[in-house]
C-alpha cells in the first residue's frame, strides 16, 4: 500500500502561483510513477501530469503544457505541481496519484487538495 497525502492548495487570485506537494509514504518503492490530476465543479476528473519515479521523465496533459510543472524529490518521497499564470478555470481539487503496477492506470489516491483562482 501506498499512501498519498497533498498540500498547498488554498485561494489565488488570477495571475498568480502555486506550488502543491504530495507526500508518499509506504510501499513507495514499487511506485513506478506519479501524476497529478484535478477534478472541477461539475467536470470529470481530468489528467495533468505525471513523472517517472525513477527515470524522472515527464508528461503533459495539453492543458497544463507551459504553465504547470511536475517535479519530485525522491529523498523526500514527494512529487510537486509548480503552477503558474493560474485562471479562474484552474479552479479544481487537485489529486495526487501512484502507478506500481505499470499499467497506465493509477493505483493509489491521495484526498486532494482544494485550489481556487479568483479572478
Known amino acids: 500500500q501506498v499512501q498519498l497525502v497533498e498540500s498547498g492548495g488554498g485561494s489565488v487570485q488570477a495571475g498568480g502561483s502555486l506550488r502543491l506537494s504530495c507526500a508518499a509514504s509506504g510501499r513507495t518503492s514499487n511506485v513506478y510513477r506519479m501524476g497529478w490530476l484535478r477534478q472541477a465543479p461539475g467536470k470529470e476528473r481530468e489528467y495533468l501530469a505525471s513523472?517517472?519515479?525513477?527515470?524522472?521523465?515527464?508528461r503533459y496533459a495539453n492543458s497544463a503544457k507551459g504553465r504547470f510543472t511536475i517535479s519530485r524529490d525522491n529523498a523526500k518521497n514527494t512529487v510537486y505541481l509548480e503552477m503558474t499564470s493560474l485562471k479562474s478555470e484552474d479552479t479544481a481539487i487537485y489529486y495526487c496519484?501512484?502507478?506500481?503496477?505499470?499499467?497506465?492506470?493509477?493505483?493509489?489516491w491521495g484526498r486532494g487538495t482544494l485550489v481556487t483562482v479568483n479572478s
Open positions: 496519484a501512484a502507478d506500481d503496477t505499470r499499467d497506465e492506470s493509477w493505483d493509489y
Open positions: 513523472i517517472a519515479w525513477n527515470a524522472g521523465s515527464t
